[in-house]
């Protein structure tokens, strides 16, 4: 079963439920024991906005990986994981090229996946199956014991707004450089109108002076989360509105804000003492045409 001829006996399905005892064997020990796949499983598995997949050497599953629909009609792909006994056999890619023609097979053009920034293993498999990298994004926290700030002229933007605050992102920086997607349970969906419509009609988006935010909470197991899935604009305003949302949710654990490098909004934002918990690569490949 390690040898090389265990390829040959290698196939992508779609996952079952008795799939999750041999798949946490391993994937239990991913990231120190914390990875949230096993948090998430019983979800994924029977969500209808997605589908899970698992590659089997010899009938015993040795990797996943999952395919979710967007917002804004991309397919996200999330959640690869591979035995450490058979990495380096081409079964991430398997993998990968087999949600691509799932989602290709729905009408969907344009895939997407994150990485974090130093998984050099990762972008090379990443690249094999013709990915591109679009944009580098950090995720910033508060400084501990920060206290809830006052919202100010922080203002609730309405669906009635839709023309000026899609006029105020297009002109952002950070939209530019950040491939003008926003970030929800870490993953990458495009501000086009259409979802900027949603996110009004939620009360997701912000604005303070020529800067907009989109901010949401998050949950995963039992852990909750806020974030400021977008923000972009003037530095002194884009700090300002980060501030006024931060601490909104009074339940929540941890607080991120999502910034793309080279925005000078990070600068700022250090100065308020926020840090860096991590890094991460967007990448993109879009489905060939006829």
Not at 131 to 140: C, G, K, L, M, P
Not at 155 to 181: H, T, W
Request: net charge positive; charged share 25%; hydrophobic share 40%.
């Amino acid at each position: 079963m390690h040898g090389r001829q265990a390829l040959m006996e290698a196939k992508v399905r779609p996952a079952r439920a008795a799939d999750k005892g041999p798949l946490m064997s391993f994937i239990r020990d991913v990231w120190g024991g914390h990875d949230y796949i096993p948090s998430v499983w019983g979800r994924w598995l029977h969500d209808r906005n997605g589908k899970m997949f698992v590659v089997e050497v010899d009938g015993i599953p040795v990797g996943m990986n999952r395919v979710r629909f967007m917002e804004d009609g991309s397919a996200w792909f999330e959640g690869a994981r591979v035995h450490p006994a058979f990495r380096g056999r081409g079964l991430a890619s398997m993998l990968g090229e087999n949600s691509m023609r799932f989602a290709a097979a729905r009408g969907v053009g344009v895939f997407r996946l994150t990485s974090g920034s130093h998984n050099r293993a990762a972008h090379r498999q990443i690249s094999r199956i013709k990915f591109r990298e679009t944009a580098r994004f950090s995720v910033y926290e508060p400084p501990k014991g920060s206290k809830t700030r006052p919202r100010g002229a922080a203002v609730r933007m309405s669906p009635r707004d839709l023309l000026i605050v899609m006029d105020l992102l297009r002109k952002a920086k950070e939209f530019q450089l950040g491939g003008g997607v926003f970030w929800h349970y870490f993953t990458a969906a495009s501000l086009t109108e259409g979802v900027v419509s949603e996110l009004l009609a939620e009360g997701a988006v912000w604005r303070l002076g020529d800067a907009v935010a989109v901010a949401k909470s998050g949950d995963e197991g039992e852990g909750h989360w806020e974030e400021v899935c977008y923000i972009g604009g003037p530095v002194s305003d884009s700090t300002g509105l980060v501030k006024a949302l931060v601490g909104r949710n009074k339940n929540a654990s941890e607080r991120f804000v999502f910034v793309p490098q080279k925005s000078p909004v990070i600068s700022a934002l250090r100065k308020e003492g926020y840090s860096r918990n991590f890094s991460m690569v967007l990448f993109e490949r879009r489905a060939a045409k006829g």
